[in-house]
C-alpha cells in the first residue's frame, strides 16, 4: 500500500465529509485507503459517516467506545493502517483539514528520495488567511514554564467570566510590544513558513508518517490527551536521529478548531476544558524536556 489516511472524527461529520471528497478528488494514486476513527461522538456523525462510505471500497470506519483523545484516538488508526495495509506513508490529518493540490503522493515520493523523512508537515492555509502557524522551533523549559503559569492564570480568569476583557487587554499588550515598540517575537515563536527546513517542530492538522518512523515509534505519544502532541513527538524522534521536514512546496487547507468547538454546550465550559487539557499536556512536556536535559549532562 503506498499511502493511508487516518481521519479522527469527534462531531465533524460535515468537515469530515469535505475532508474525504477531498483526497478523493485530489489525490494522484489510486493505491490508497482512509481510515476514519470515531472518538465517541455525541452526536449521530458516526452514523452518517457510515452511511456516506458504505459503497466505498477503500475506506473503513472505526467506533471507538470512548473518547479517547488526539494522540490515542490517531494511534488506533495507525495501528489498524499498519497492521492490514503496511503502508509506505500514513497520514494523520484533522477532519477539519482538506488537499488542496493534486500532486501529494509525487511530492512525498522526491522528498523520501531526498531526506528519508520519518515525518514530514506541509504549508497550512488557514480560514482566516494565515499560512505562518507551522513550523516552530523546539520548546525549551523555560517556555513551556511561563506558558504553564499563563494557562494557571487563564483559568481563574476564565472562572470568574473576565476571559473577554483579558484577551482585549492581552491584544492590545502584544500589538503595543510587538507592532509599534518593535520588539524581537521571542524565539520559541513560529518559524519562517515559506522556506524549507529540516529538524523542526510541525503542526499537528496533518502530519506524514513514513515507514523509518515507525521503526521506533509506535505514532503519538498517549500520555496526552490533547494539545503538545507535536513537540512531545518531535522529542522522541531527535532521541533516535529521525529526520523532520517542514515542506512549504505540499500545501494543505485547515478549517481549524471544529472538533473542539463541540466540546460544550457553554462558552466557558468549552474554554475551561481546553484550558485544563493544556495545562495536562504541557506538565507532561515540561517534565519530559527536563529528563532529556538531565540525558544530556
Request: proline share 3%.
Amino acid at each position: 500500500m503506498k499511502i493511508v489516511f487516518i481521519i479522527l472524527n469527534y462531531n465533524t461529520f460535515q468537515e469530515t465529509k469535505d475532508c474525504v471528497l477531498s483526497i478523493e478528488s485530489k489525490i494522484d494514486t489510486q493505491n490508497y485507503k482512509i481510515v476514519i476513527v470515531d472518538n465517541l461522538s455525541t452526536d449521530d456523525s458516526a452514523d452518517k459517516i457510515e452511511k456516506f462510505i458504505e459503497q466505498k471500497n477503500n475506506m473503513i470506519l472505526i467506533r471507538n467506545t470512548e473518547n479517547l483523545g488526539f494522540a490515542k484516538g490517531n494511534n488506533v488508526g495507525i495501528e489498524y493502517a499498519k497492521r492490514n495495509y503496511k503502508p509506505q506513508f500514513i497520514v494523520a490529518l484533522n477532519s477539519d483539514t482538506e488537499l488542496i493540490q493534486n500532486d501529494l503522493v509525487e511530492k512525498l515520493d522526491n522528498e523520501y528520495r531526498n531526506s528519508e523523512f520519518a515525518l514530514l508537515g506541509p504549508l497550512i492555509l488557514t480560514a482566516d488567511g494565515r499560512c505562518d502557524n507551522s513550523p516552530h522551533y523546539p520548546p525549551t523549559v523555560e517556555h513551556i514554564q511561563k506558558e504553564l503559569r499563563t494557562f494557571f492564570t487563564e483559568e481563574k480568569i476564565i472562572k470568574r467570566g473576565l476571559y473577554r476583557p483579558y484577551c482585549g487587554i492581552r491584544f492590545l499588550r502584544n500589538l503595543v510590544r510587538y507592532k509599534i515598540l518593535k520588539k524581537d517575537t521571542p524565539l520559541h515563536r513560529n518559524m519562517e513558513f515559506y522556506q524549507y527546513q529540516r529538524q523542526v517542530v510541525l503542526q499537528g492538522c496533518f502530519l506524514v508518517f513514513s515507514e523509518k518512523a515507525f521503526e521506533y515509534i509506535k505514532g503519538f505519544d498517549e500520555r496526552t490527551f490533547l494539545y503538545y502532541e507535536e513537540p512531545v513527538k518531535n522529542l522522541s524522534l531527535m532521541k533516535h536521529d529521525l529526520v523532520t521536514v517542514f515542506d512549504p512546496e505540499i500545501v494543505i487547507y485547515h478549517k481549524e478548531g471544529r472538533s473542539t468547538s463541540s466540546v460544550a454546550k457553554k462558552n466557558k465550559d468549552k474554554l475551561l476544558f481546553i484550558n485544563k487539557c493544556y495545562q495536562q499536556s504541557a506538565i507532561i512536556l515540561l517534565n519530559i524536556l527536563k529528563e532529556a536535559n538531565k540525558e544530556e549532562r
